[in-house]
């Protein structure tokens, strides 16, 4: 089974504080995804991977930033938390693209949900 | 413009009884992918049925299936014989061909359904 696993499922945090979410799947995926879940607004994407030390802008990659030094691990940083960032946090991984690339989906982790205070 | 609309937020259904969830998307890709996902209480987001742009039977999978209706650009979700275990948070999601890299999926707001016994 593929495994999707984040490093917290709740965070508290101070305004200011520089914030890491670390994510890793063991499936060896090419994609990796960070999103972040909202009342009312569903899943919006922040940042996504396609390869190692790849990453592209999602919607709203304002506040963050990403890396991803190794294949199976992504993380989502903070540099500067602030209470609007206060959320759930959503990591997924998928295959890579190619053939019947449309139909894979993605496999999501836990969640995080943060308190920025 | 919203790509995947979601006009329930919450539903009721009576335990055993079929319930519909609407899904309406917009693109103008003529290969895409639509993805259902259920969200319990728990968090973590799992995937339930997969239909292709090109499929010509309406996907299902157990008590799932998709109303695939391509002209009118809708992917409403069907669940059959509702249980208790059925009451989660559901999302609509979309992957378009031409944007492809990476395989992102563009999510709904969601729809909270309710199972009543």
Partial sequence: ?117 | AQKITQTQPGMFVQEKEAVTLDCTYDTSDQSYGLFWYKQPSSGEMIFLIYQGSYDEQNATEGRYSLNFQKARKSANLVISASQLGDSAMYFCAMREREDNQGGKLIFGQGTELSVKP
């Fill in chain 1, 1 to 117: 089974d593929v495994k999707v696993t984040q490093s917290s499922r709740y965070l508290v945090k101070r305004t200011g504080e520089k914030v890491f979410l670390e994510c890793v799947q063991d499936m060896d995926h090419e994609n990796m995804f960070w999103y972040r879940q909202d009342p009312g607004l569903g899943l919006r994407l922040i940042y996504f991977s396609y390869d190692v030390k790849m990453k592209e802008k999602g919607d709203i990659p304002e506040g963050y930033s990403v890396s991803r030094e190794k294949k199976e691990r992504f993380s989502l940083i903070l540099e500067s938390a602030s209470t609007n960032q206060t959320s759930m946090y959503l990591c997924a991984s998928s295959p890579g693209t190619g053939g019947e690339s449309n139909s894979y989906e993605q496999y999501f982790g836990p969640g995080t949900r943060l308190t920025v205070t």
